[in-house]
């Protein structure tokens, strides 16, 4: 994966203009390229899809259209785009459904300004990010949808033609899984933040899984966050 070139592309999606025009303003001032706002869900579909941004701040509570769909819609149409959640909600339903439709990361509205960049900083680079004692709930939810056999699964006769991974490989995914960022992980295992992207590029690549979410998923299925 090719490191990111040039400032990051972040786009804001709120419903109230104020909110709005203060997190674009000090994404800009902080050195992120805003390349679009929008007002409402529909509104925010199209100038997605023409802006390409790399990380979309999102509102779930829009009129015209609801930001689980918008979220939905732009991670089905471009895979690589990141989603933050920033809403006002901290009800675990809204959380589950942000993150089943897409989203990367969810973040309270009364988070600090050096949360809020952080937290899009972070999202850029492929790291979940949740306000402290959600991360736990989401977790708990890919447990939960682990325990779920898939349609058609086989049955676990010693999971046949399993890709063989290194013992660092296996090592961040166990971490990966526990919810740790990948800066925790760099200091946990003494190496750098690129090495730790690399060797999960790495292990999505042997697995044949597309993103942090469904890595977590299968180290979860196979009880690596509980050694």
Known sequence: MSEQQGPIKVMVV???????????RDLAESGFEVVATAGDGDQAVRRAK???????????????????QVCKELVAHNPALRVLVLSASGEHADVLEAVKSGATGYLLKSA??????????RTAVGDPVFTPGLAGLVL????????????GA?????????????????????????????KQIAERLVI????????VQNTLG??????????????????????
């Open 14 to 24: 709120d419903d109230h203009p104020m909110w709005r025009d203060a997190v674009a």
């Open 50 to 68: 023409a802006a390409a941004p790399d990380v979309l701040v999102l509102d779930l509570n829009l009129p015209a259209k609801p930001g689980v």
């Open 112 to 121: 600090s300004t050096e949360e809020l960049l952080d937290a899009v900083r």
């Open 140 to 151: 708990g939810e890919y447990r939960r949808l682990a325990s779920d056999p898939a349609p």
């Open 154 to 182: 086989a049955t676990d006769s010693d999971e046949p033609r399993a890709p063989r991974l290194t013992d660092r490989e296996t090592e961040v995914l166990r971490l990966v899984a526990k919810g740790l960022s990948y």
């Open 192 to 199: 750098s933040h690129r090495t730790v992207q690399n060797h």
């Open 206 to 227: 042997k697995l044949q899984l597309h993103n942090r979410v469904e890595l977590v998923r299968y180290a979860i299925e196979r009880g690596l966050d509980e050694e």
